[in-house]
């Protein structure tokens, strides 16, 4: 059974920071690309970040510079730091596992349950 499970999530005041874990099983970690999404009410779910099995990184403009994700292979586990936190910040918060074995084949994809991160004074 695959399960993502995430935790960190909370509430902030403006300028505070968070830092967002997600623990991946059932799945062989390493080949997998991890990435954080966020949903706001109102608005479309987002990518805020992503780090591929090579570790190589990627952010949404907004958050960039403030954000870092990690992953550590040997806890099958991705974080998000999240410094410099705004209220436009607000959302729940996803953990994704993303794997495509071949173009033209359906990916294998697992989300987490998702974390509320809420940033107010």
């Known amino acids: 059974q695959v399960q993502l499970v995430e935790s960190g999530g909370g509430m902030v005041q403006p300028g505070g920071s968070l830092r967002l874990s997600c623990a991946a099983s059932?799945?062989?970690?390493?080949?997998?690309?991890m990435g954080w999404y966020r949903q706001a009410p109102g608005k479309q779910r987002e990518l805020v970040a992503v780090?591929?099995?090579?570790?190589?990184?990627n952010y949404t403009d907004s958050v960039k510079g403030r954000f870092t994700i990690s992953r550590d292979n040997a806890k099958n586990s991705v974080f998000l730091q999240m410094d410099s936190l705004k209220p436009e910040d607000t959302a729940v918060y996803y953990c994704?596992?993303?794997?495509?074995?071949?173009?033209?084949?359906?990916?294998?994809?697992?989300w987490g349950q998702g974390t509320q991160v809420t940033v107010s004074s």
């Open positions: 994704n596992a993303y794997r495509q074995v071949r173009l033209g084949d359906p990916p294998y994809v697992y």
């Open positions: 059932g799945i062989f970690f390493r080949f997998y690309a």
């Open positions: 780090i591929t099995s090579s570790s190589r990184t």
